[in-house]
């Protein structure tokens, strides 16, 4: 039978009044029976209701389901159904019931509620009414209590950000919903609340009061609700009146050059009246030329730079102030792309015959170069099909035997990620011939403290060049003395001698077409020893195993003696330990603590007296039961070729680590720099170096590399804050960069806290099972070695009746098994 829309009524009010006739003869389950059911808010829920046909044969019914409401408990129905009958939903359930498919295993009359409220709790029956059966003749029906669980959400937060002043009283209100009932919990500076004198907390826990606010009180206070289905957080930081704060600071950014980059840097204070400076690289913007018609400081505070170009690379800092106090500052970095181009194309280079040489191709990229295209005399050069040239890594041709079939006209096309720019200019290359030295200084010059030396060096051009230049220079980078030094052409003289002139001088003599260089070595006899350097150690539980590597003794005839000074890190105390045998450059200093962190220096002496002092290393000795391991050098590796006999002192440094920046990412905090300026290539390698009070830490286990300038750190803790510096470290010195100071987000503890608990049940069960198969392993090794040990014996008792004796000699100690010298 077909129906119309304009039915749909007349067919509910009808089936509402069928079953008002047929309700009271329905029997239904008493509340004792009634099945609980807890569902989620927003979810979804089946209430599971039978059908029972007379005698099991399926019959004609009507489907209706009730809740009860208000305190009379009156029924209300909410969903009606009988087959091919439209559907009928009570107020406030439209679209939200619907009756279980019939094939489900769920039962006939089985009702499934959506989006669920929390208005929906309460009491619920199914039932289910024959219509071509007497009242009494059969019964249908469940009652169903549905429980509502709802994960906290906040009704009341207080200001994300309250000024107060010293001595004022402050109430903040942290209200939540949900079900069951969340609990509040209230963290300063990721620290429980402690009540006190002046602190709090009241209303079941709802509100935290101050009545009297001091400088310890001053921070970020967080408020955490929660309950069986979840929990949610919000921080309120309290801060004294008056200083500008950064609310909104800028991140690092990277851009294309050409397009747009804005860096935000919004700042609340008392009074409002914020002013927000803006510093390039320490420099004012509006005082760097090369921003000035690009650059604008919005009202918000925002920096647009709008288009950046290559040269924009760099630190960028706002700086903000209300007039009282202390200014704020935030820095982000800035790191503009481009595609890779020449910068400079010379007309003329120079090959020197029958030398090495390298025509330079001079390039800017970012990102990095990744490969460079030449030409020469207008055809593709391929390089890698000539053994003679090699493409540097900086895209740099490099001839290591030059003849003149090099000569030419040369042009560079550079590659990075971006593509390129174009090609250089056209070159032209020479190939002349270089200096040659017609003087040479000799290999060793022997002299007393006090005395002069006269060292002689002349070098002569090649037929067509230029009268090539002298210098003289000391091969590890330090400065002459230039009040005791003089020069005379080629030649130079040094007066009045002292133990520092020691070391490798060089004559540069240089022209348009190469540099060559002689070596000699200036050795200072009666002087007291130089430094111990390269300074290693082993470490274990109880010991440390010193190495190094002996200074100039002061004399060909000199001998030098060694003295341990140790102590534990950070007490004044010093341990004096001589080494034996004389002249030894290795000992071990027992009896240490286990897991304890030693300072180490080398003393040298010789007949005169003793040197200076090495530098000092720190060793950790190792927690019972771990694996030895060597620690690092202070110094780094050295060129021992180099520093055979090398001086004290600082030696050549790079320049300082630029643009340390720490920035929060989703698997902990990046710490970024750049590297030197000046001399980065004399960097060996970095190391960070961290705070939290007034002593520095090391923060990376191994040496970074130099051409790494990023570190991921996982392990900070919440509420504190850390200061950090990065060291380039050259060949024997090294340079930090600025200190750089990061708070760490309170919220950052509760995140380490699971990760552990998780880690920690993880890392017991992959125990578990290593052991077992370990067990096996072993097993098996010894069952095998059983059965080799029984063959063996087998195998000698029979060689053994074969022969009337036979003798085995003792095996004699390796010589390699020397005795070591132990303090």
């Known amino acids: 039978m077909g129906w119309r829309a304009e039915q749909t009524p007349h067919i509910a009010a009808g089936l509402l009044l069928l079953l008002l006739v047929y309700l009271p003869v329905t029997c239904h389950q008493d509340h004792q029976d009634a099945v609980h059911i807890t569902a989620i808010l927003g979810e979804s829920v089946v209430f599971n209701c039978q059908v029972d046909f007379p005698e099991d044969i399926p019959v004609p019914y009507v489907l209706q389901w009730e809740k009860k409401v208000g305190e009379t408990g009156q029924d209300i129905p909410i969903y009606i159904w009988y087959e091919s009958y439209p559907t009928h939903s009570g107020e406030g359930y439209e679209g939200r019931v619907s009756r279980v498919a019939p094939d489900s295993p769920y039962g006939a009359a089985s009702l499934n509620l959506t989006n669920i409220r929390e208005s929906d709790q309460g009491w619920y029956e199914c039932k289910v009414v024959f219509l071509n059966r007497s009242p009494n003749q059969h019964k249908n029906?469940?009652?169903?209590?549905?429980?509502?669980?709802?994960?906290?959400?906040?009704?009341?937060?207080?200001?994300?950000?309250?000024?107060?002043?010293?001595?004022?009283?402050?109430?903040?209100?942290?209200?939540?919903?949900?079900?069951?009932?969340?609990?509040?919990?209230?963290?300063?500076?990721?620290?429980?609340?402690?009540?006190?004198?002046?602190?709090?907390?009241?209303?079941?826990?709802?509100?935290?009061?101050i009545s009297n606010i001091r400088h310890e009180d001053i921070g970020d206070y967080t408020c955490i609700a929660r309950n069986g289905e979840g929990q949610v957080s919000h921080t309120?930081?309290?801060?004294?009146?008056?200083?500008?704060?950064?609310?909104?600071?800028?991140?690092?950014?990277?851009?294309?050059?050409?397009?747009?980059?804005?860096?935000?840097?919004?700042?609340?204070?008392?009074?409002?009246?914020?002013?927000?400076?803006?510093?390039?690289?320490?420099?004012?913007?509006?005082?760097?030329?090369?921003?000035?018609?690009?650059?604008?400081?919005?009202?918000?505070?925002?920096?647009?730079?709008?288009?950046?170009?290559?040269?924009?690379?760099?630190?960028?800092?706002?700086e903000v102030s209300n007039g009282i106090g202390d200014p704020q500052s935030a820095s982000a970095y800035l790191n503009v792309e481009y595609p890779a181009k020449v910068t400079f194309t010379p007309t003329v280079q120079y090959l020197p015959f029958r030398l090495a040489g390298v025509v330079q191709c001079y390039i800017k990229a970012n990102p990095p170069l990744q490969y460079v295209t030449w030409t020469k005399d207008k055809r593709l050069l391929e390089p890698y099909q000539t053994k003679d040239i090699v493409i540097m890594n900086n895209g740099s041709l490099l001839f290591t035997r030059v003849n003149q079939n090099h000569q030419g006209r040369y042009?560079?096309?550079?590659?990075?990620?971006?593509?390129?720019?174009?090609?250089?200019?056209?070159?032209e290359?020479?190939?002349?011939?270089?200096?040659?030295?017609?003087?040479?200084?000799?290999?060793?010059?022997?002299?007393?403290?006090?005395?002069?030396?006269?060292?002689?060096?002349?070098?002569?051009?090649?037929?067509?060049?230029?009268?090539?230049?002298?210098?003289?220079?000391?091969?590890?980078?330090?400065?002459?003395?230039?009040?005791?030094?003089?020069?005379?052409?080629?030649?130079?003289?040094?007066?009045?001698?002292r133990r520092q002139d020691f070391g490798i001088y060089q004559c540069v003599a240089s022209n348009e077409v190469a540099t060559i260089v002689a070596d000699t070595q200036l050795v200072i006899e009666g002087t007291q020893p130089h430094a111990p350097y390269n300074v290693s150690g082993t470490a274990t539980e109880f010991q440390v195993t010193l190495r190094w590597q002996p200074g100039y003794a002061g004399g060909p005839d000199y001998k030098q003696d060694y003295t341990i000074w140790y102590r534990e890190a950070g007490f004044s105390e010093w341990t004096k330990v001589p080494v034996t045998p004389s002249g030894a450059t290795s000992v071990t200093i027992n009896r240490l603590q286990p897991g304890t962190t030693y300072e180490f220096q080398v003393n040298s002496k010789n007949t005169i007296g003793e040197g200076m002092m090495s530098k000092a290393i720190t060793i950790r000795t190792l927690d019972v039961g771990a694996k030895p391991k060597v620690a690092p050098t202070t110094a780094g590796p050295v060129d021992e070729k180099i520093f055979q006999n090398a001086p004290e002192g600082s030696g050549p440094k790079s320049g300082p680590p630029r643009n340390l920046t720490v920035t929060e990412v989703h698997n902990g905090f990046l710490i970024t720099w750049q590297a030197p300026l000046e001399r980065s290539h004399l960097v060996q390698y970095y190391t960070i170096k961290y705070r939290t009070d007034a002593q520095w830490k090391t923060l990376n286990r191994g040496q970074i590399r130099p051409e790494e300038t990023s570190y991921l750190v996982k392990n900070l803790v919440g509420g504190r804050t850390y200061y950090f510096r990065v060291l380039a470290n050259s060949a024997t010195s090294y340079e930090?960069?600025?200190?750089?100071?990061?708070?760490?987000?309170?919220?950052?503890?509760?995140?380490?806290?699971?990760?552990?608990?998780?880690?920690?049940?993880?890392?017991?069960?992959?125990?578990?099972?290593?052991?077992?198969?370990?067990?096996?392993?072993?097993?098996?090794?010894?069952?095998?070695?059983?059965?080799?040990?029984?063959?063996?014996?087998?195998?000698?008792?029979?060689?053994?009746?074969?022969?009337?004796?036979?003798?085995?000699?003792?095996?004699?100690?390796?010589?390699?098994?020397?005795?070591?010298?132990?303090?």
């Open 236 to 318: 309120a930081r309290v801060i004294i009146a008056g200083g500008a704060v950064i609310t909104m600071p800028p991140t690092n950014q990277t851009k294309l050059e050409g397009e747009k980059v804005q860096f935000s840097c919004e700042a609340k204070a008392l009074p409002g009246n914020v002013t927000v400076k803006w510093f390039r690289e320490g420099a004012p913007v509006a005082e760097v030329a090369a921003l000035e018609t690009r650059v604008t400081i919005r009202r918000d505070g925002a920096l647009v730079i709008n288009p950046v170009a290559a040269d924009d690379s760099g630190q960028y800092l706002c």
């Open 429 to 497: 290359v020479l190939v002349r011939k270089p200096p040659v030295f017609t003087v040479e200084p000799e290999p060793l010059y022997q002299r007393k403290v006090g005395e002069s030396v006269e060292m002689h060096c002349e070098a002569q051009e090649a037929e067509g060049t230029q009268r090539p230049t002298v210098v003289w220079r000391r091969r590890d980078g330090l400065p002459l003395q230039k009040s005791r030094v003089r020069a005379l052409g080629g030649n130079i003289t040094i007066d009045t001698l």
């Open 736 to 823: 930090s960069s600025d200190e750089v100071r990061f708070s760490v987000p309170a919220r950052v503890k509760h995140k380490a806290i699971t990760a552990g608990v998780v880690g920690g049940i993880l890392f017991f069960i992959v125990a578990i099972i290593l052991s077992v198969c370990a067990v096996k392993i072993c097993n098996k090794r010894k069952r095998r070695k059983q059965e080799k040990a029984y063959n063996m014996v087998a195998a000698r008792l029979t060689d053994l009746r074969a022969a009337d004796s036979t003798q085995v000699p003792f095996k004699k100690k390796s010589d390699l098994e020397k005795a070591e010298y132990r303090v």
């Open 141 to 209: 029906g469940t009652w169903f209590h549905l429980d509502v669980h709802a994960p906290p959400r906040f009704s009341i937060t207080p200001e994300e950000i309250i000024y107060v002043n010293l001595g004022d009283a402050i109430i903040l209100n942290c209200q939540a919903e949900g079900t069951p009932t969340p609990e509040i919990l209230w963290y300063k500076d990721a620290n429980p609340v402690e009540p006190s004198g002046t602190v709090g907390i009241f209303n079941d826990g709802t509100e935290l009061r």
């Open 411 to 427: 042009t560079c096309t550079p590659y990075n990620a971006q593509g390129t720019q174009g090609s250089s200019g056209p070159m």
